[in-house]
């Protein structure tokens, strides 16, 4: 790499550890100032945020604004708002003493790293940043190099807002973040593929830094057969194809009864047709948004080809478009587990159905392969709801809806092993990026 990079990236991130003396100091109105000039930042540049969203990756306005700008804001008013409650030390007693008293201090983890991914680049890079911010950090950030446009606005926005000794930013490819990688960061928080999250944690290993890696996985939606497919199919739709599933969270393929699909699929295909196709049948262009890079169309390509060579028969869409990288919602039946696209996360407009006859099945499908970052059972029998809750393991659980519970601050959210480790959200961020110290006060 450019040995001046080199250098810059060394610059910043000692004077960040030189300045994170004054950071741990910072009272909690100290940081809410500093959260409040980064909302005021973000505001003023909303616009350019939404076209350098759209110029990397063709999403529809609406979209960007509500997940990239909406969805940013959120996370950074919900720090500012509880921050005081956050920050205040917590009385635990002492076990030893009944006059002793012992209680919980957050104090900052250091300077912290933050890789953005590139499904959802600035508000996945910028949330979990306020969070650093709420606990006393200051943070070195990089978005991913597969939205270059993004990054840019990004680095006029962090550049406008922070002092470098507070919050820096770099711009470039792999060996940027690999320079990073290579610094004695006290946290790193990754958001993106599980391949490079452990990469990202072999690094961290050499520093024994702490990391929060948010991941990904396949993960399963279940559906009961006595639950109201056309609302089934209405959440599914949206969770799926928006951002043509490109989404971590999305569904990844449905266990349904053989019996059910024809009804589902109809319903799914409505919906899909009222909100992402245009009258001809084919993608909307308008509402529906393009694959990152060529690189993942091919891969999605492959997988989808695998599938049909094997068996699987399309229920609706089908159509690939390499010219602008768009895949229609597609819909495929008669799926095994054999089929490549069963094998890694699709991460596309693809949604496979599997028939089961036993919830048993199901479970034991799920268990035997890795820990999925999400799972949706869609039931009005709460025994069938309880086993599948009770009798699984992944990151989180959304029942009867998928996908939304990715905005709910007042659960945690991540994966778990190969799906990611650690979580954040609302307070959970904030523990995230927070060591809590013991204090022992020993009786008189």
Avoid at 251 to 258: L, R
Avoid at 402 to 419: A, D, I, K, W
Wanted: hydrophobic share 40%; proline share 3%; charged share 25%.
């Amino acid at each position: 790499m450019d040995i001046q990079i080199k250098e810059e990236i060394i610059r910043v991130f000692q004077s960040q550890k030189k300045h994170q003396r004054v950071m741990r100091a910072s009272t909690s109105e100290q940081r809410k100032a500093k959260l409040n000039r980064f909302l005021e930042v973000i505001a003023a540049h909303e616009e350019e945020i939404i076209e350098a969203v759209q110029l990397d990756v063709r999403k529809p306005y609406t979209e960007v604004k509500k997940v990239e700008v909406l969805g940013t804001i959120k996370a950074i008013k919900d720090n500012i708002n509880h921050l005081d409650e956050w920050m205040a030390p917590k009385v635990v007693g002492s076990s030893l003493n009944a006059e002793a008293q012992g209680y919980l201090n957050y104090e900052p983890k250091g300077t912290c790293l933050i890789l953005g991914p590139w499904n959802y680049p600035f508000m996945l890079t910028m949330a979990p940043l306020a969070a650093a911010i709420a606990a006393g950090n200051n943070a070195i950030i990089k978005l991913s190099d597969f939205t270059m446009k993004t990054s840019q606005i990004a680095a006029k926005i962090i550049r406008e807002a922070f002092d470098e000794r507070e919050v820096a930013i770099f711009e470039g490819e792999v060996d940027v973040a690999t320079e990073l990688l290579d610094q004695p960061f006290d946290h790193i928080f990754f958001t993106g593929s599980t391949n490079v999250g452990k990469i990202v944690m072999t690094a961290a290993a050499k520093h024994l830094a702490s990391v929060t890696l948010e991941l990904g996985g396949k993960s399963p939606t279940i559906i009961d057969n006595e639950y109201d497919l056309l609302d089934a199919a209405k959440k599914i739709a949206v969770g799926k194809f928006v951002n043509a599933g490109q989404t971590c969270v999305a569904p990844d393929y449905i266990f349904i009864k053989e019996e059910q699909q024809e009804v589902f699929t109809n319903h799914l295909q409505a919906v899909v047709q009222a909100g992402f196709l245009a009258e001809d049948g084919t993608a909307d262009r308008n509402k529906f948004t393009q694959i990152v890079n060529d690189r993942n169309f091919n891969r999605v390509k492959a997988l989808f080809d695998d599938a049909i060579s094997k068996g699987a028969e399309i229920v609706f869409g089908g159509q690939f478009d390499a010219y602008d990288r768009t895949i229609a919602p597609t819909i495929l039946k008669k799926v095994t587990p054999d089929m490549d696209i069963m094998k890694e996360e699709i991460f596309a407009p693809i949604l496979p159905l599997l028939n089961y006859d036993e919830l048993d099945e199901v479970i034991d499908y799920i268990n035997e392969r890795d820990k999925p970052l999400a799972l949706y059972v869609f039931s009005s029998n709460q025994k069938v709801i309880d086993k599948v809750v009770n009798q699984t393991t992944s990151g989180n659980a959304s029942i009867n809806d998928v996908v939304v519970h990715f905005s709910e601050y007042n659960l945690p959210f991540g994966g778990v092993n190969t799906s990611g480790l650690g979580s954040y959200h609302g307070i959970y961020g904030f523990k995230a990026f927070s060591h809590e110290k013991g204090v022992f006060i020993q009786a008189k």
